[in-house]
């Protein structure tokens, strides 16, 4: 059971720890994992008391829920910053009135005495990945002396999965002469969006090589593009698709043929979450930064048997 409404706050059993979670929205298959993972680790069976507010991709309302949870005098508050800019206020707030906030998945630019801990992804070290992988793929196909064209359908603007895995990647671009960048778009993470701004991108340039898709929903949507402009992708075709998350549908669309390359970002943060507030419970400090674990994958690669050993 989810909460909702303050006036029900005297009836939660005072044993439980009460946690507000702000959540940025529902826009990518890693986020509902990642809100799966969240609910079924902080439950009442494991002593907890959940108050879940989804912002649908708006800050204004993450600041809401916030201020809402200040109100209600929650124990803790974890948040996922839509984007890391705009959190001073409301954070210095939540100091204030004694409740420790946990930031995660995303980061917020503050001072860091305003946040207990953070726990989330290396997003740069994704895009860091991502580039060194197109390296290493180009030169096995014997291209890496040519010319390649690469576009970015974008994440989220100032998020920062998207600030890290765009620098990640510049990183490793600004090493090879041969590689352009033509262009990068906004696709807010979702299907939609990712598949409008390749279509955008496709009538635009006719010498596209390379797609980066900073999720893995958007890469969906820019395969459906490439297809309907009568093009191919992945590894037999002829738009190399290189994504962000793993997701079970990723693998669907490597072993399909139609991505080449994912590099993993894990959402199952609820039981490293759930860890961190029984040690904080505990008077135990715990790491400040704390990245979850990460791999990739493609084409190469025994993907059904990969598959299969996976959560999400
Ligand atoms: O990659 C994307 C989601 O912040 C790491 O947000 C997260 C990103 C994830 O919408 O799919």
């Known amino acids: 059971e989810v909460y909702t409404g303050m006036q029900e706050m005297s009836e939660v059993d005072e044993n439980l720890i009460v946690v507000g979670f702000s959540q940025v929205g529902s826009e990518s298959d890693w ?5 799966q993972s969240v609910k079924e680790a902080l439950t009442e069976e494991n002593g907890f008391y959940l108050i879940f507010e989804d912002a649908q991709q708006k800050q204004e309302n993450q600041i809401k829920a916030v201020r809402s949870f200040i109100l209600q005098e929650v124990d803790y508050i974890v948040l996922a910053p839509i984007v890391e800019t705009g ?16 930031l995660d998945d995303r980061l917020a630019d503050v001072d860091e005495e305003l946040y207990t801990c953070w726990v989330g992804t290396n ?5 860091e990945d991502a580039g060194l992988w197109l390296a290493d793929y180009l030169e096995k196909e014997g ?18 999965a998207q600030i890290g895995r765009t620098d990640g990647f510049q990183k490793i671009l600004k090493q090879h002469d041969n590689w352009k960048m033509l262009d990068r778009m906004d696709g807010d993470f979702t299907q939609a969006k990712g598949q409008e701004v390749m279509e955008t991108l496709l ?27 009568g093009r191919t992708c992945g590894p037999d075709g002829d738009i190399i698709i290189i994504s962000f998350d793993a997701v079970s549908a990723a693998f669907d669309a ?6 080449n390359a994912v590099f993993e970002c894990n959402p199952l943060h609820g039981p490293k979450l759930q860890e961190i507030i029984t ?9 400040k930064i704390q990245y979850m674990e990460e791999a990739y994958f493609d084409t190469t690669m025994d993907l059904e048997s990969i598959r299969k050993e996976r959560a999400y």
Not at 87 to 97: F, P, S, T
Not at 279 to 287: P, Q
Request: aromatic share 4%.
């Open 123 to 127: 997003a740069e070290k994704e895009g």
């Open 279 to 287: 040690s904080l419970e505990a008077g135990k400090t715990v790491d």
């Open 203 to 229: 009538a635009k340039y006719d010498d596209i090589d390379v797609v980066v898709c900073e999720n893995d929903n958007m890469a969906f949507g820019a395969v459906d593009a490439i297809r309907a402009a």
């Open 254 to 259: 490597m072993i399909a043929g139609e991505i």
């Open 31 to 35: 986020r509902n994992a990642h809100t």
């Open 87 to 102: 959190w001073e206020a409301v954070l210095q707030e939540a100091k204030d009135a004694g409740i420790p906030v946990i």
């Open 143 to 160: 291209r890496d002396e040519e010319e390649i064209n690469i576009v970015t359908v974008q994440g989220t603007a100032g998020a920062t």
